[in-house]
């Protein structure tokens, strides 16, 4: 079975450029979440779907910071302008409906903001 | 509203000996608790889970978790460990409701030396 595909793994950009990660969940998971992981702050929830809407996003760091997810099968999570504290890996994340559904990872995408 | 705490950000074992891997929580409901681990460079992949039922939870790797309501404890180990142990490990509950959010601990970075 395919599992959460993200893309790219990695991207090295300029400060002031615009970012775009891109995620495809498992198909059939209608839960997906974006995570941000650094050194200092841990693993941090950004924000998560349920059944393509937004229902969380309290973890956004500020405005610069966008999300989306058009269908199922895709999200994107958007950084305009990206700032070199920006710079970490991004995690996608999705499960089944149901409390006890576990959260797939996919296998992140390192962010370096130069 | 609930919590994890995971007690010791390194634990260093020598191959063969006992892993125990410390996680406490609190939780309002009944906790779904969660151990993932994370290999260099890629994605969180669940150990193992706690929902209902038997207290004692068998997971992949050898790896096992005994659920202890009176200690608010959910302890990760292996009574063996293996070099290929080493990892970061992360323990989360599930928040209470219908929502699909974890609350993370910080990790454990495992060591298992020669």
């Known amino acids: 079975d395919a599992g959460v595909i993200q893309s790219p793994r990695h991207e090295v950009t300029e400060m002031g450029q615009e970012v775009t990660l891109r995620c495809k969940p498992i198909?059939?998971?209608?839960?997906l979440f974006w995570y941000r992981q650094t050194m200092m702050r841990g693993l941090e929830l950004l924000i998560y779907f349920n059944n393509n809407v937004p229902i969380d996003d309290s973890g956004m760091p500020e405005d610069r910071f966008s999300a989306k997810m058009p269908n199922a099968s895709f999200s994107t999570l958007k950084i305009q302008p990206s700032e070199p504290r920006d710079s970490a890996v991004y995690f996608c994340?999705?499960?089944?409906?149901?409390?006890?559904?576990?959260?797939?990872f996919g296998d992140g995408t390192r962010l370096s903001i130069l | 509203a609930q919590s994890v705490t995971q007690l010791g950000s390194h634990v260093s074992v020598s191959e063969g000996a006992l892993v125990l891997l410390r996680c406490n929580y609190s939780?309002?409901?009944?906790?779904?608790l969660f151990w993932y681990v994370q290999y260099p460079n890629q994605g969180l992949q669940l150990l193992l889970k706690y929902t209902t039922g038997a207290t004692l939870v068998k997971g992949i790797n050898g790896f096992e978790a005994e659920f202890k309501k009176s200690e608010t404890s959910f302890h990760l180990t292996k009574p063996s460990a293996h070099m290929s142990d080493a990892a970061e490990y992360f323990c989360?509950?599930?928040?209470?409701?219908?929502?699909?959010?974890?609350?993370w601990g910080l990790g454990t970075s495992l060591a298992v030396n020669p």
């Open positions: 939780s309002s409901v009944p906790p779904y």
């Open positions: 198909s059939g998971h209608n839960s």
């Open positions: 989360a509950v599930s928040e209470a409701g219908n929502n699909r959010k974890l609350i």
């Open positions: 994340a999705s499960s089944l409906q149901g409390r006890g559904s576990p959260q797939h």
